[in-house]
């Protein structure tokens, strides 16, 4: 099981963005940096490895 955290630049004080994670898989640890895009309010993404 993975867990990822990602916290916006509008949720901190000083305005930084902060990404963590923690996976329990070995092979499972990589970050992959993504252009910003814009989802709808209460809007779902896949991240991860899928079948």
């Known amino acids: 099981m993975s867990y990822g955290l990602y916290v916006g630049k509008n949720h901190t ?3 930084h963005a902060w990404l963590g994670g ?3 898989e070995p092979s499972s640890h990589w970050l ?3 252009p910003r895009r814009q989802h709808p ?3 779902t993404i896949t991240v991860g490895v899928t079948p």
């Open 41 to 43: 309010e209460g809007a």
């Open 22 to 24: 923690y996976g329990d």
């Open 32 to 34: 992959e940096v993504m």
């Open 13 to 15: 004080r000083d305005g």
